[in-house]
Structures are given as structure tokens and as C-alpha cells.
């Protein structure tokens, strides 16, 4: 805004007041004011502010005082408009766009206390568990659920409260966790980890990525199995042998679902 206000001024001491040193410094100040223009994508104001110099100039004799003054007082107004509409533009462009935060589709997460060789026991009464291995080395959980953790010598219990949401349990590898619930269900993608389950009348569905050994058993419910050879004969008991950490399944009530992938 400055430098066409200068431009003008020198312009102005030049064609009003006859000044013809005062072409020296309007063409100082309008080289810069156009190198902003073609920079910095600008407006036409300085061209235009040039062939209108030119008119005047050539018409000086033909115009009055009154009216030049008034000509270069309009360009003057319009050029510091345009100038400050064409730094808005700059700053516009230069701004560092604004980072826009992806909102978490997934549940955020809470970390239990390390393990440390201890077992991991989860109890609930009415609310279901879902369980599948951590990419971590601790083990998660999401913070929907409500539930109180209580340390051991040889385990972490958590227990969950029957006014909160579904547990979903993610345990790290070769770690050993037993869930105990009363009602509630249990759904688990074992890989690398321990796991038995007691429930009393809570369905259980089991998805083996891994080779584990599987002993199941209930007693008024259901079992059926995909995937594994059964060395048990007894419709309300299975039992497999393999490598890995065992998974271990009773319930009274509940079917129990067993896949091996």
C-alpha cells in the first residue's frame, strides 16, 4: 500500500506541480508495485495507473489543475484497494492450510498394567467379551467399557460392571488370560495366547488362527467344531492335541462354536 501510495505522490509532484525530477522515484515505486503485480499474481492497477499517467501527461495542457488533482486522487483510492485486496489474495495463498484432524472411527484405548508373567483374568456377570491378540506387548482395552482393575502377585483381575458396554480385550502375545462370566458371551480370535474360558450359561465362539489344543465341555449346551479332529467321542465334550498354549472352554448352559482357520 506504501509504495502505490508513493507512486501516485510522485506521479502527482510530476504532472500537477511540473516537477520532473518526481519521475524518478514514481518509476522507482511503480517498478516495485509491478514486480509485486506479475509476482505475486496482482491486480492491473499499475498498468493501468501508467496509460493514465500517459494521457495526462499528454493532456496537461488541456486540463485544469482541479481536474488532474482529482483524476490522480480517484487512482490513488482505487490502487490502495487493490492493493490491500491483492496481499488478502497473498496471504490467502501462503496460509498454511489447516490440518483437519480424521475423527477415530475405532473406539480409543486403554492400557492394563503389564503382565509380566502373571495371568490375566477378566470376570463379568451380564456383559459380553471379545478378545483378539495385541499388536503391542500390553494389553488393551477400549474405554467404553467400565471396569475396575485390581493387581496381584499372579495376576491382574479386571472385572466388569454390569451397567457398561462389552469388553473388547486385545492381549499380547504367549500371555494367559482366563475370562469368567455368568451370562455373558465370549468371542475369541486366539493366536498365540492362552485362553479359558468358564461361563454358566454364555455362549462361547472360538476362531483358532494358531495351533493350539483345545479341551471343551458343557453340559446342557451345544458344540460344534470346524476344522479340528475331535479324540473325543462324548457329543458334549471335545478334545484336541497340537502345539501351543491350550485353550480351555467349560459352561453349563451355553453352546460352544470351535473354528479352526
Known amino acids: 500500500m506504501i509504495t502505490v501510495a508513493a507512486t501516485v505522490f510522485f506521479v502527482w509532484l510530476a504532472l500537477a506541480r511540473d516537477k520532473g525530477w518526481a519521475w524518478i522515484p514514481a518509476a522507482i515505486f511503480g517498478f516495485q508495485v509491478a514486480q509485486n503485480v506479475f509476482e505475486g499474481g496482482g491486480s492491473l492497477f499499475f498498468p493501468v495507473l501508467v496509460i493514465a499517467a500517459g494521457i495526462l501527461l499528454l493532456s496537461r495542457g488541456h486540463l485544469s489543475r482541479q481536474a ?24 490467502e495463498k501462503t496460509a498454511p492450510a489447516k490440518k483437519t484432524i480424521p475423527t ?60 457398561g458396554a462389552a469388553l473388547d480385550l486385545r492381549v499380547p502375545s504367549e500371555s494367559r488370560l482366563t475370562v469368567d462370566t455368568n451370562s455373558g458371551d465370549v468371542n475369541a480370535t486366539v493366536n498365540g495366547f492362552g485362553l479359558e474360558v468358564d461361563t ?41 492335541s497340537g502345539p501351543g498354549l491350550p485353550v480351555t472352554i467349560e459352561t453349563f448352559a451355553g453352546d460352544i462354536s470351535i473354528e479352526q482357520d
Open 104 to 163: 477415530e472411527v475405532a473406539t480409543e484405548r486403554s492400557e492394563l498394567p503389564e503382565l509380566k508373567g502373571r495371568r490375566l483374568v477378566v470376570a463379568s456377570n451380564r456383559a459380553d467379551v471379545s478378545v483378539s491378540r495385541s499388536a503391542s506387548r500390553r494389553a488393551t482395552v477400549d474405554r467404553d467399557a467400565e471396569f475396575k482393575i485390581t493387581e496381584g502377585e499372579e495376576l491382574v483381575l479386571v472385572e466388569l460392571s454390569d451397567l
Open 200 to 240: 454358566n450359561s454364555g455362549d462361547v465362539d472360538i476362531d483358532l488362527e494358531g495351533e493350539h489344543p483345545v479341551t471343551a465341555e458343557t453340559l446342557a449346551g451345544q458344540i460344534s467344531a470346524e476344522g479340528v479332529d475331535d479324540e473325543d467321542q462324548s457329543p458334549a465334550k471335545l478334545v484336541t
Open 68 to 91: 488532474i488533482i482529482g483524476i490522480l486522487v480517484i487512482l490513488a483510492i482505487v490502487g490502495i484497494a487493490a492493493d490491500d485486496h491483492s496481499h488478502d489474495d497473498e496471504s
